[in-house]
T-cell receptor
Framework: QQKVQQSPESLTVSEGAMASLNCTFS??????FRWYRQHSAKGLEVLVS????GEKEEGRFTAHLNRANLHVSLHIREPQPSDSAVYLC???????????FGAGTRLKVIA | GPKVLQIPSHQIIDMGQMVTLNCDPV?????FYWYKQILGQQMEFLVN????????KSKLFKDQFSVERPDGSYFTLKIQPTALEDSAVYFC????????????FGPGTRLTVL
């Protein structure tokens, strides 16, 4: 059964500094990876999707995937206080409709 | 971006009662999902639904749970009867036709069972 783990549990960065979040998964056949952001009392906002090894950039958000290492990361360039939220990693496999989520990283960006 | 709406935002009921959670998915989406998130825990898949049928369900989707989307209206999750352990935030999601396509999530319904 797929296991998805995120680190760190919480992260505080200064405004403008790079924020890096990590996600490891257990099933090497996974091929759909997404990063979502969850603000309190709001739905999940999709930030970036990645399907093959390498890098995918969406604005200030960049995902790096290394399936051999069972690792996908999210880097946030020039974070703002409004980026403070819980960031969730979601993993799925083609042909499988469900996502398996990590527990999340709570990011706080201080001015 | 596309919006998924959920009604109500918060529901408080007594154990043993029936509850129906409503989801208004993105208009052209054909795949629908429910996830459950207990406070402080990971979000977990419950069920997905396509073309009037449950495609896959998890162990969390107990016999007391049911889903339907009558006549293209709300996609609903019904729990009958409710139990204390059903207290959680329930998130609805929808996606377009391809497998693993991006799921768009609603804001969740917080269910409190007393």
């Amino acid at each position: 059964q797929q296991k998805v783990q995120q680190s760190p549990e919480s992260l505080t960065v200064s405004e403008g500094a790079m924020a890096s979040l990590n996600c490891t998964f257990s099933d090497g056949t996974s091929n759909n990876f997404r990063w979502y952001r969850q603000h309190s009392a709001k739905g999940l906002e999709v930030l970036v999707s990645i399907f093959s090894d390498g890098e995918k950039e969406e604005g200030r958000f960049t995902a790096h995937l290394n399936r051999a290492n069972l690792h996908v990361s999210l880097h946030i360039r020039e974070p703002q206080p409004s980026d403070s939220a819980v960031y969730l990693c979601a993993v799925s496999m083609r042909g499988n409709y469900k996502y398996v989520f990590g527990a999340g990283t709570r990011l706080k960006v201080i001015a | 971006g596309p919006k998924v709406l959920q009604i109500p935002s918060h529901q408080i009921i007594d154990m043993g009662q029936m509850v129906t959670l409503n989801c208004d998915p993105v208009s052209n989406h054909l795949y629908f999902y429910w996830y459950k998130q207990i406070l402080g825990q990971q979000m977990e898949f419950l069920v997905n639904f396509y073309n009037g049928k449950v495609m896959e369900k998890s162990k969390l989707f107990k016999d007391q749970f049911s889903v339907e989307r009558p006549d293209g209206s709300y996609f609903t999750l019904k729990i009958q009867p409710t139990a204390l352990e059903d207290s959680a935030v329930y998130f609805c999601a929808s996606s377009s036709r391809d497998w693993g396509y991006e799921q768009y999530f609603g804001p969740g319904t917080r269910l409190t069972v007393l």
